[in-house]
């Protein structure tokens, strides 16, 4: 646990709710379920205000500074900032009006205050994305991942094929993971599906190891991903036999 962001979302607490026209502090994430403070966390929130209030509190940040001094603010969104104190405690968080929090697609959180007809649950509305993806469609993706990849790389576009080969393919891969073996975790984060993957499928680990070496060396990870394919399903004859071609064009 975090000692110092408790202190610090207990002071936003104390700096928003005398304020007449902010309705509530909802917090999100582990601010929310504040027993995954860690030393490694940072603040999550969203701030309800009154119609029409939205833009003042965007634009006067004394409600932030009366914690502590600001010594970077990014306006990162038409809806909120990132921001760190000179304490280095950062935050990241939007202002809503209360009728825009229906439309607000986000993870359960918890109210720090609600003030008296706030009718604004803690839980969305509107239905969370949904990232996962079939195992069919995952790996078909995968396989044109690698054979367009493979042939960025050999016409020079080295930095296009790590992407597509190092990054594109892999996130495909633990979109449909879900589909191959049970979690182990149920600790997923509904908006970026690698957060805490290591610990939802732990044998995952040996292959980012072997599939996530580096800018040079796109073409020995293709081999590999292929491989760990192979041992996944029967895969397509053609488009198999062109990326091994486009392997075995490395001089």
């Known amino acids: 646990m975090n000692d110092a962001l408790i202190q610090r979302l207990d002071a936003l607490k104390t700096s928003l709710e005398k304020r007449e026209d902010c309705l509530g502090l909802l917090a999100l994430g582990s601010c929310a379920d504040q027993a995954r403070l860690d030393e490694y966390s940072d603040l999550d929130f969203f701030v309800l205000v009154e119609e029409g209030k939205q833009e003042a509190y965007l634009n006067n940040l004394d409600w932030l500074s009366d914690c502590g001094?600001?010594?970077?603010?990014?306006?990162?969104?038409?809806?909120?900032?990132?921001?760190?104190?000179?304490?280095?405690?950062?935050?990241?968080?939007?202002?809503?009006?209360?009728?825009?929090?229906p439309d607000i697609a986000f993870t359960s959180g918890n109210f720090?205050?609600?003030?008296?007809?706030?009718?604004?649950?803690?839980?969305?509305?509107?239905?969370?994305?949904?990232?996962?993806?079939?195992?069919?469609?995952?790996?078909?993706?995968?396989?044109?991942?690698l054979y367009v990849g493979l042939s960025r790389y050999h016409r020079g576009e080295k930095l296009a094929a790590f992407r597509l080969i190092q990054v594109h393919a892999i996130d495909r891969l633990i979109a449909m993971i879900d589909e191959i073996e049970t979690p182990k975790t149920n600790n997923e984060d509904a908006f970026a599906l690698d957060r805490r993957i290591e610990q939802r499928h732990p044998g995952l680990s040996e292959f980012f190891s072997q599939s996530i070496q580096g800018y040079d060396h796109s073409v020995e990870v293709a081999q590999y991903i292929l491989s760990y394919l192979h041992t996944l399903t029967i895969l397509n004859t053609k488009m198999t036999s062109e990326i091994i071609r486009l392997i075995k064009l490395k001089k």
């Open 112 to 145: 720090l205050f609600k003030k008296e007809g706030l009718n604004v649950s803690s839980h969305p509305i509107k239905p969370l994305p949904n990232h996962h993806q079939s195992i069919d469609y995952a790996l078909n993706e995968i396989l044109t991942n």
């Open 69 to 101: 001094p600001l010594a970077f603010v990014f306006r990162n969104s038409i809806d909120g900032h990132k921001i760190m104190w000179q304490d280095g405690i950062y935050a990241e968080y939007a202002i809503f009006e209360a009728s825009r929090m």
